[in-house]
């Protein structure tokens, strides 16, 4: 059973920096696609923020491109998400996910931009 622990949330101002980590049990991760999600506030879905192949390649929401970058650690089995030049509308609970015949979530990380 694969289980997912995210860290690194918090209140941070607008054009401040977060690192999200994602560590994951088990055997799998190196041959897994990584991917994060967020929900904002009052929001009914997730969204697609980013997501690393097993190969390193990296695929960005629009409205996050330039600012987050996602990295990959397999020695340490741990996702990462560099958030910079953060805003207000960042505001959400931040999941991460591990791709590997089903999908495996965390519990989330909240992140909170204030103005």
């Known amino acids: 059973q694969v289980q997912l622990v995210e860290s690194g949330g918090g209140l941070v101002q607008t054009g401040g920096s977060l690192r999200l980590s994602c560590v994951a049990s088990?055997?799998?991760?190196?041959?897994?696609?990584m991917a994060w999600f967020r929900q904002g506030p009052g929001k009914q879905q997730r969204e697609f923020v980013a997501?690393?192949?097993?190969?390193?390649?990296?695929i960005y929401a629009d409205s996050v491109k330039g600012r987050f970058t996602m990295a990959r650690d397999n020695a340490k089995n741990t996702a990462y998400l560099e958030m910079n030049s953060l805003k207000p509308e960042d505001t959400a609970l931040y999941y991460c996910q591990l791709l590997y015949g089903r999908a495996y979530w965390g519990q989330g990380t909240q992140v909170t931009v204030s103005s």
């Open positions: 997501q690393i192949a097993r190969s390193g390649t990296t």
């Open positions: 088990g055997s799998i991760f190196s041959a897994s696609t």
